[in-house]
């Protein structure tokens, strides 16, 4: 008790200390370094005669002791000591330190021989030494325990420096006054500078970087070669991309010229840099309204979506969050992810490995934790593999659904958003056939449950998600190519990971009950110009025609089955805006809830029996669109 107590004051005094106005605290180091004059004289006195100093000769020097100690006050002013950063004191601040202490030996030097004291002629030069000595003990020890109270050296990114020349140790000086991010290392492919020390850190091959970053020590790599060629900057992120690990890059020399800082102009390099659009803003004071000390279940919390979901929510300072997940590698990975921030924020994480199907466990989950709000994100959506699992895909994306959707409503929830997509807008593939389904089931189950408001919200293609084209095209680039493209005129609406979670917290906050939410993404993306992108950003050529000597071929290979050559949004032209401008509500037609448990019933007895050309049969008769092709192969039970 008395040690947390202790730990509180001290952290109640740093906080005191650093409210405090600059000129206070220039007042007080330079307080602390006059104080350190008389203290290094006496040590002075102490080294030279031994621990036992005379009393009569201390009152002899007392003339010398107080001649030093007014000397310093215009010495300190002119060196500007007490103008040095604490948090921010390094190697090279310690010259002032020793202009000043060189002042005071020639002070004490010269008071001594005037006043004619006497005494060795080493004690000023005793002194003067003694001086720096504490001078920077002191500096050093207030940055440390600084660093230590304010808790940042621990939360700081531990970052590795791509490139150990004067670029990388310049942003590293940088970095040790940034608190988000913590140098730990150089990366350098230069053979001579590997295992050497540079400004005190450790030069490592990149081999060692890898397992650097699978041990965790490393989360983030910054890469320092501004004066390398644009070719060599893109091989080079193309390669460290695949690790699993953030990545920012310094700017060329041209364009680091401006007016704010080295680590300022540290650009990440993602799938982000494809989209051919600005970002869409989403953030607004309502998702923090809406999710603030609620209790809130994310199913398929492990996926792309799910887990981005999950750390955008963690962040909006909920009651509990709880994630619900069939694999058990991704709910591991997911809880492990959030347990730091869950538990410096106060945030409830609760992990339940479990089946959306499963009725019994989804209503115990939701009682459990008293569930406020449900994020449904579980979904098979990989197009081809639907196509040829029918049977288990839709009882996954329609039962599951149902089965989520129900136990919601039957424990009163307040909100329920579906994640949706726009393949289910008159869809050409069984999982866009499902998906529509799946907001059927939401639209009607809203008809019935006024008290609760469920809503969906459609997707276009999200860049960098799984089984998305962008990580098959780093893949097929990184193998040498050829990039695959299923037709030349082939487009898809993409937007961010960010984008996609942010959009379902927005949903949840405007629902009013039976709404389609979209996002407006601008124009189209041709697949054709994303993957030119791509092999450029690497710093590869394009090989063609035009160009029979480039390095990365484009091959159009045909549609796949259920393949669309363009995406919709909305079934009709029924629009209607929301608060934010870039988000749209749909209104669209829905089924009768005697049509829905018909349809509900049908695809239990088609799952039952396997029957996959009865899934596509129901799916033809009752969504918008859909013509049903014969089953490629049989599905197995699920």
Known sequence: MATYAATV????????????????????????????????????FSLRFGVQVET???????????????????IFSLTKLNRIKLIAFEVQDIGRGVVAAMCLTVVAIVVSYLLRLDGPRSMPLIFGTVFLTLHILVRILARSLLMYISGRDSERVPVAIYGAGSAGVQLMAALRQDFEMRPVLFVDDNVTLQSMTIAGLPVYSAEKLAVMVRNKRVQRVLLAMPSATEGVRRQKIKELSKLDCEVYA????????????IVDKLQPVDADMLLARDKVDLDTPEIARTYAGRSILVTGAGGSIGSELCNQIIRCNPHRLVLFEHSEFALYSIERELAATAKQLGVELIARLGSVCDRMTVDEVLAESNVDIVLHAAAYKHVPLIETNEVVGTFNNVVGTQTVAEA??????????????????????????????????????????????????????????????????????????PITLTHDNISRYFMTIPEAARLVLLAGAYATGGDVFVLDMGKAVSIKELAKRMIELSGLTIKDDNNPNGQIEIEIVGLRPGEKMHEELLIGDNALPTPHEKILRAEEASVSQLEMARILKDLQKASETASANAIRGILEQYVEGFEAKPATTGSAPH
């Open 9 to 44: 004051w001290v952290q109640n005094m740093f906080q005191y200390l650093a409210s405090l106005p600059r000129g206070v605290k220039r007042a007080i180091l330079l307080m602390i370094d006059c104080a350190l004059v008389p203290i290094s004289m006496y040590w002075a």
């Open 56 to 74: 009569q000769q201390l009152q002899d020097s007392i003339p010398l002791f107080v001649l030093v100690l007014l000397a310093s006050l215009p």
């Open 250 to 261: 310094l700017p060329s020399y041209s364009e680091l010229i401006g007016e704010s800082g």
């Open 408 to 481: 919601a409503a039957a424990a009163e929830v307040e909100r329920f958003i579906l994640v949706s997509t726009d393949k289910a807008v008159r869809p050409t593939n069984v999982m866009g056939a499902t998906k529509r389904l799946a907001e059927l089931v939401v639209q009607d189950l809203q008809t019935r449950t006024p008290e609760s408001k469920f809503a969906m919200v459609r997707f276009g293609n999200v860049l960098g998600s799984s089984g998305s084209v962008i990580p098959l095209f780093q893949k097929q680039i990184a193998e040498g190519g």
